[in-house]
């Protein structure tokens, strides 16, 4: 909730969905009700999905991982090594 782009999203969103002629707190209340609740259900998924991935990333998984990521920083480091600025 730190992010101010967050603010200003929610600013031109939610004003769509409230009915002027109704009162705005119990309408404001629903739609943060169900804001938290898709935010909670999205986090829960990831953490969820990030222990999974723990289990299956152990030991030989990491090995490979950390070969993979270090041969494409050896490429990385290559291409900077033999760049050149064009002339022009």
Do not use: C, E
Request: charged share 10%; proline share 5%.
């Amino acid at each position: 909730m730190s992010n101010p782009k967050y603010y200003i999203f929610m600013t031109a969103l939610l004003p769509q969905f409230v009915n002027m002629t109704q009162p705005a707190l119990p309408q404001y209340a629903s739609l943060a009700t169900v804001i938290v609740s898709i935010d909670v259900t999205v986090m829960l998924s990831y953490a969820a999905l990030g222990k999974k991935s723990v289990r299956i990333w152990k030991a030989n998984g990491i090995r490979w991982m950390n070969r993979i990521s270090g041969t494409f920083l050896l490429i990385l480091a290559g291409s900077v090594a033999l760049y050149r600025k064009s002339s022009t």
